[in-house]
């Protein structure tokens, strides 16, 4: 989607996987990450991946702030990256969610734009979703403070303190903003991909 750059967030320790790192698992035949690269990357200007390029590949870039400070170092990371366009919002997705919708970037292009927000979040069943959103790259001022002061690097102190709009997505047969962080979790993706 022109105006839209995309991150994938790849860059956490997947201590609740085991032994192997959550992006290299593989799900139906391909990686998390591979998923999440093809089901971002048709909705987006650019696509890059904030993770170990040793893991990600060449084109992925590390955390810019060592030491596992959360996802919201992720976007930072992005935000300053050298591989951004000229796009004027970032969309954020995790690499673990596999059944990302293909109008998800649309959708949220269209409630941001109408609404001149800094942020617009996924709600699903009640329940924000904010590593599927989309950010105005104007925000990245807020992020570098935020960074600054928030110990866990989450995102719910921005999504309160920023201009932040919800876009409620409907009820699905399978949640599309189902994240898989532990084995339990991939069985069960690999069931509903049966489906």
Not at 12 to 37: C, D, F, W, Y
Not at 56 to 65: E, H, S, Y
Not at 152 to 178: C, R
């Amino acid at each position: 989607m022109t105006n839209v750059d995309g991150v994938i967030l790849a860059a956490g320790r997947s201590s609740r996987m085991g032994a192997i790192n959550k992006l290299q698992v593989p799900l139906s035949g391909r990686t998390l990450l591979e998923h999440a690269k093809d089901n971002l990357g048709p909705q987006v200007d650019r696509l890059l991946v904030n993770g170990d390029t040793k893991l990600c590949g060449a084109a992925a870039f590390a955390d810019k702030i060592a030491g596992f400070k959360g996802p919201l170092v992720g976007l930072y990371s992005a935000l300053t990256s050298e591989q951004l366009s000229s796009a004027e919002y970032l969309m954020m997705v995790p690499c673990d969610g596999p059944f990302m919708p293909d109008n998800l970037v649309e959708a949220l292009y269209q409630k941001i734009v109408q609404t001149d927000a800094d942020i617009a979040c996924i709600s699903y069943q009640g329940f924000a979703q904010p590593t599927f959103s989309l950010w105005h790259k104007r925000v990245r001022p807020a992020i570098e403070q935020a960074l600054l002061i928030e110990e866990n690097g989450g995102f719910k102190p921005l999504l309160g303190s920023l201009n932040s709009v919800y876009l409620d997505w409907p009820e699905q047969a399978i949640n599309p903003f189902f994240n898989i962080n532990t084995p339990e979790d991939l069985a069960k993706a690999e069931r509903l991909l049966c489906l």
